[in-house]
């Protein structure tokens, strides 16, 4: 059984989109390791689920992370309950498949739009609320982003969604450049960078047979499978604390191999 540590020394950290999936899981694991959290979600059962697994232990608050507004809000709502904010890891995003997003000759202008700003403005939106903080306590502070494998290393034959693609890249771009301007105040900004997580998102995937067989191959590690949320916690956490005290502008990439390996089409044609 996993026990509480102290390996985030009272950090205050907020989680977007901290109510499901690889939120929900790091939130759990930065409450064992001595972190004060708050989490935002805008879905009503998600969030009376999380509030009723942390009870007063964590600060959750309803957030949609496409409004700039309520990024700033929710930034705010974290200093007021912790007194401060040490770190931000956004999480929040997703497919844009069912906005319009696909291959380019077919996505459509609303869906570009609407994926770009659920997965990429969103990103904007709080770390610029979360900087502006950092630079009012005068202290440095930590910003962790979700980017994707498809941001750098496309699967065309399963994976062709060209708008998600480019957030996730503009992710990194973003990352890296605002890790380099802020350096010399402490504020240090990383990227993971995941494969196939079982999510919500992945369900297309994981229902398909001919897809989970070229996983077994593109994700070889473990037997060769879709990740859990849980195997991003490790990067997380050591991203989050004091032990990557000595890093910005870093992608750490946590894929099963993805990027390691060709993967296997079942089937000919």
Known sequence: ??????????????????????????????VREGGRVAITGRNQSKLERARAHFSSTVSVFESDAQSPEAAAEA??????????????????????RRMGDGPLHEITNEGWNNTLQLNLNSVFYSNRAAVQQFLKQKEGGCILNMASVLGFSPSPRYFATHAYATAKAGIIGFSKSIAAYYASVNIRINVIAPGLVKTPMAQRAAENEDITQFIHTKQPLDGGRIASSDDYDGAALFLLSEESAFMTGQVVVVDGGWTSSEGQYPGHG
């Open 1 to 30: 059984m996993r026990t509480m540590s102290n390996r985030l020394n009272k950090k205050s950290i907020l989680i977007i989109g901290g109510t499901s999936g690889i939120g929900l899981s790091a939130a759990k694991a930065c």
């Open 75 to 96: 930034v705010k709502r974290t200093v007021s309950e912790h007194g401060r904010i040490d770190a931000l890891y956004h999480v929040a995003g997703g497919s844009g």
